[in-house]
T-cell receptor, first 114, second 114 residues
Framework: GENVEQHPSTLSVQEGDSAVIKCTYS??????FPWYKQELGKRPQLIID?????GEKKDQRIAVTLNKTAKHFSLHITETQPEDSAVYFC?????????????FGQGTILTVHP | SAVISQKPSRDICQRGTSLTIQCQVD?????MFWYRQQPGQSLTLIAT?????????ESGFVIDKFPISRPNLTFSTLTVSNLSPEDSSIYLC???????????FGPGTRLTVL
C-alpha cells in the first residue's frame, strides 16, 4: 500500500519567514495530494490540494509543488504569521472512483514566533 | 464543503464496554470514512462506509472490533467494541464532497478508556 513520509517533524520560524514542509510517497498511482492544518483540539482543515496533472498551485501565502517523477510534494508558506502555528499533515490518494482513501504523513508541528 | 457533526464529542468508558459514535452530514454524500488519531499521532483510515453496502476495512482493522453502519446518505455510526485503554484516541468521520471530491472532517470524538 501507499506510504507517505513527512519532514521535518517540527519546524520553528520567526514571523515573516517562509516555511517549507516536504513529503514523499511510494505509490506511483497516487494522483491526489491534499494538505491539512490541525490546530490544537480542532479537526483537520483542508488548506490546499494538488492533482497529478498540475505541478504547482498557489493560494495567497500558501503554495504546493508536486514532482511526480521523484514522487515528492511540498507545502510552502510565505510571510508566516503566529496564527499559522499548528500541525500540518500531507496526504496522498490513488483515487479511483473517488479520492477518499487518504494515507497521511506523520505531521509537522509548525511554530511561528512573533 | 459540508457541515459535519459528531456525537458524542467526548466520552470516558470502562474497559470491556462499547461506544457508538454518530456522524451526521448536512447533505447527501456517497463516500464516508472513519479515521483514528491516536494521541499526538497522525490519522489512520479505519474503513470506508458506502450506503447500501458493507464497509471496507483497512489492514489492521476488523468488523468485529469496529462495526459500522451506513443506513442513508447523510448518516453513519462507528462502534468501538470491547474497549481497552489502547483504544483511547480521537475518532473522526470524513466525507467527500463537491466537484473535486475534496475530503472534509467532522469535529472528532475523543474517547478515553479506563
Amino acid at each position: 500500500g501507499e506510504n507517505v513520509e513527512q519532514h521535518p517533524s517540527t519546524l520553528s520560524v520567526q514571523e515573516g519567514d517562509s516555511a517549507v514542509i516536504k513529503c514523499t510517497y511510494s505509490d506511483s498511482a497516487s494522483n491526489y495530494f491534499p494538505w491539512y492544518k490541525q490546530e490544537l483540539g480542532k479537526r483537520p482543515q483542508l488548506i490546499i490540494d494538488i492533482r497529478s496533472n498540475v505541478g504547482e498551485k498557489k493560494d495567497q501565502r500558501i503554495a504546493v509543488t508536486l514532482n511526480k517523477t521523484a514522487k515528492h510534494f511540498s507545502l510552502h508558506i510565505t510571510e508566516t504569521q503566529p496564527e499559522d502555528s499548528a500541525v500540518y499533515f500531507c496526504a496522498a490518494s490513488s483515487g479511483g472512483t473517488s479520492y477518499g482513501k487518504l494515507t497521511f504523513g506523520q505531521g509537522t508541528i509548525l511554530t511561528v514566533h512573533p | 464543503s459540508a457541515v459535519i457533526s459528531q456525537k458524542p464529542s467526548r466520552d470516558i468508558c470502562q474497559r470491556g464496554t462499547s461506544l457508538t459514535i454518530q456522524c451526521q452530514v448536512d447533505s447527501q454524500v456517497t463516500m464516508m470514512f472513519w479515521y483514528r488519531q491516536q494521541p499526538g499521532q497522525s490519522l489512520t483510515l479505519i474503513a470506508t462506509a458506502n450506503q447500501g453496502s458493507e464497509a471496507t476495512y483497512e489492514s489492521g482493522f476488523v468488523i468485529d472490533k469496529f462495526p459500522i453502519s451506513r443506513p442513508n446518505l447523510t448518516f453513519s455510526t462507528l462502534t468501538v467494541s470491547n474497549l481497552s485503554p489502547e483504544d483511547s484516541s480521537i475518532y473522526l468521520c470524513s466525507v467527500e464532497v463537491g466537484q473535486y471530491n475534496e475530503q472534509f472532517f467532522g469535529p472528532g470524538t475523543r474517547l478515553t478508556v479506563l
